[in-house]
């Protein structure tokens, strides 16, 4: 008789199955209080539809390739990164100089402030992420730091690397867990001062303000994001769904483009050019025609005739 292996109890070390694998894993610490902890996309990237381009004709994915003027497809052991400093003038870094300003990746946020909520302006937050206990031992850190944060009602600060950049944290209570949030740069984000100089201040009409207002309140209630909805990506899928029941895909070839064809379109693009230049160097600068055929020029001499003799006197 076979023998069943008992199940397996879930841990801390599980996550949960929707979650996927961690973008980032590492440590949150809190003075001599170290928690492991796992990041997990809060953003859902498929929501929204995205098209491939398709030739009607032959069928094929358009592909796109790297390509020089003048010189065609470039292989990607020739490319570098530039940096222009000025118009039509760049800096180009090779992939070791690039390694070696490359900050270390510390595998630890350090929380190095805490703020209110509302102090941060919006502008500022980016990308945000789950985080989840790393493991049993873990767990208790982790739920003791979740309660505090919600407690004092405040958002944790700190900075961490992750995929080569780095970022600033923050950290805060979000239902049973807790949510990290990427936070911008200063100089990621344009000033507003500027862009409303011209609007003024002039004080609104009080007849109007009054209808404003009754408005707003009129239509204030709970924030439910479930009351908002992507209207075009909803009629979309409608459309293709019913394009699909209706009509028949069509089969799409999905190979890569042929490499070696388009090595010789260009070499006769190359050998064509170079034959111009050849006999643009053939000829001399300050001839104002090219000359006629040495054939042609014999033609010409034989056709014209010959002065008569004198006879002797």
Known sequence: MARIAPRRKKTHSDPPAAAGRPIWSGSLRLALV???????????????????????????RIRYEKVAPGVGVVDAKRIAKGYEISKGHYILLSDEEL???????????????????????PIYFDKPYYV??????????????????????????????????????????????????????????????????????????PELLDLAQELIKRKSGKFNIDTFHDHYTESLRDLIESKAKT??????????????????????GALKRSLAEKTAAAAPANDPAPKAPASKARAKTAAKPKPARRRAG
């Not at 949030?181 to 201040?201: K, Q, S, W």
Request: glycine share 8%; charged share 30%.
């Open 34 to 60: 170290t928690v492991q902890v796992q990041l997990f996309s809060a953003i859902k990237t498929g929501a929204r539809l995205s098209f491939h381009q398709i030739d009607q004709t032959s069928g094929k």
């Open 99 to 121: 390694d070696s300003v490359k900050i270390e990746a510390r595998r630890t946020i350090d929380l190095v402030q805490f703020v209110d909520h509302c102090e941060i302006d």
């Open 132 to 205: 989840l206990p790393d493991g049993d031992l873990a767990a208790e850190g982790y739920t003791v730091l979740r309660d505090a944060l919600r407690r004092s009602g405040k958002m944790g600060l700190g900075q961490f690397v992750m995929r080569g950049h780095e970022y600033i944290a923050a950290l805060k209570p979000c239902g049973d867990g807790l949510m990290l949030e990427t936070l911008r740069f200063a100089d990621e984000v344009r000033a507003a001062a500027p862009l409303f100089a011209d609007i003024g201040e002039d004080k609104s009409d």
């Open 247 to 268: 009509g028949k895909p069509i089969a799409v070839d999905e190979a890569e483009p042929d490499k070696q064809s388009s090595n010789v379109i260009d070499l006769v």
